[in-house]
């Protein structure tokens, strides 16, 4: 499938377009669209930039990590403590006095979320480096662990995080701008990483380990790096979450949160960046659609109650028919280009002709 | 502490500890012939206790013969997820029968969430389970007695199967070298669906124990023993069944112990196992019985 490759100087033209037509449609929908949909495209890009984060370190560099909640917990915290201002969250801290440092901290938005990204990457370390050498479902089960671990935790310190009761009024800062600035922002650098030859590192890791250790590469310095990175972009995404659904506590960053992630990555196609950003489209779409089925429904006379818990059972029969049928995902390790873009508008040359390489 | 709180806390901890040891010993049977984490034990424990449940209150039936279908139907439904979910990926990368195990646990679940509803329920206790035995200061409920004989007789069967029988002859000899063992004429596919057979079977038993001995049942109940069966099933060596016993005993009196004798920290009881299991990988991999499991390559 090699089509003829247009000058860099037209793909420049056509991401310019393409990237004014995502702002004009953006800026449409912010003026037409209710708030409802609204918060379906915020929450589109929240979940491609969670994502985009577990698929740099499972689908690229092949770490099967479960504790992207946890990740996103700290980021979420993070952020809901400094935008939050100081007023607020002393009325917030009911049942114990929150430590000066947390009363007293405020920052502007973007700080915050830069910062809560920061926290999530040192745990990232702090995490990754006993765990990390790990192989396989173990590195799954021991990340899980952590990601169990931070929400046990956070439960347990009210002077920081508010106990069982977390956060509610928090600032409604991340609008569609913010949220996919940020997403762009994550694509441009996963995109920069995965294509630099620190990517292809990751992948050698990813496909042998072995022989990608033989050849001299620094196996773990490459996984630390890949995770910390990861870690940081999940941690960015649950601080955008914070602020997009206003309430956070320690029942939120459940597993299932994680479960959703992997979904879309698996979805979408392990090692692949368009796969993850239609997934995070679809699986988002799909899942506030699946809302519907729990809503109670009228057929002419009939009326169904709305059964709950049909719409995850549907959601993760589809995971285990993805990954029974159709393992490698939409886009399998597929990406997106603009040469293939334009090949679709070509008439398909003759056979005969077929470019011989 | 006076002694008789620390009975009254050792046998708590040896009920859980044998509760938490019939899960793992599933746990650790299929990990150690298919290398895989089965993610949905724990919601095979938690169907088994809801189907219990059913019998009596759907079907009328007596409450002996309701456990007795309850485990039946809890044996089909392991064998069935290992069928549809786990069989058509054994030649795939181990990662995705995982995430397989994964969708199906969280499918269980809100199975039960669709047919059970979300609510808790109060689950049926006969009367002989109810009188508390009163021995010096000890209070006893017979459940602290019953649970521990219980497993401890299934555990021995279990060994018995094991060890003594052909069938058990060709798990062991699965756990070795799968290729090797169909070469050598073992009726694989036969061999492990015996094996979620039995997994399951105990699951269920400690199920119905569990919603007997904190009678209340949920679709998320579970979840978290289930995770922690699993850290038990590591921490006395993943693969040995011996392993699971120890390793789920002593996870089981550790958890009562550490609330018991520090109680500022029972907030953090369920990170406790967490934690450990970190510890344990760090430290010790192949756990307190294991031997090294030879990665497939």
Redesign the interface.
Known sequence: MKHAQPSAATRHMLTFGALAALVLFLFTAEKFADGYQIQILNLIAVNTILALSLNLIYGFTGMFSLGHAGFMAIGAYTCAILIMPVGQKEMLFLLEEAYPIIQNSQTPFFVAVLLGGIMAAIAGILIGFPVIRLGGDYLGIATLGFAEIIRIVATNIPRVTNGALGFKGIPDFATIWWNYGWLLITIYFITRVVNSNFGNTLKAIRDDETAAQSMGINVFGHKMASFTMGAFFAGIGGALMASLVTTIDPKMFLFILTFNILMIVVAGGLGSITGSIIGGIGITALLEWLRVVENPMTFGDFTINGIPGMRMLVFSLALVIIILFKQEGIMGMREFSWSWFLGLFKKSPPKKNKEVR | MSSSMFVQHMLNGLTLGSLYALIAIGYTMVYGIL???NFAHGEVFMLAAYFVYWGITLFNLPWVIALLCAVGLTCVMGIGIDQV?YK??RD?P???A???A??????L??????VF??IPREVYRPEWLENVILWGDIRILPLTIVVPAMSIALMLGLLYIVYRTKAGLGMRAISKDIETSRLMGVKVNRVIALTFCIGSALAAASGIMWSLRYPQIQ?IMG?IPG?KA??AA?FGGIGSIQGAVIGGTLLGFMEIMIVAFFPDLA??R??FA??L??VI??IK?TGLMGEKLE?KI
């Open positions: 290398r895989l984490i979910a058509p990926l795939a181990r990662i995705s995982l995430i397989s994964i969708g199906v646990s969280f499918f679940q809100n199975f039960a969430v669709v509803g979300a679709p979840v995770f699993f850290i590591v907030g953090y369920d990170a967490f934690i299991l970190i990988l760090l991999p990665d």
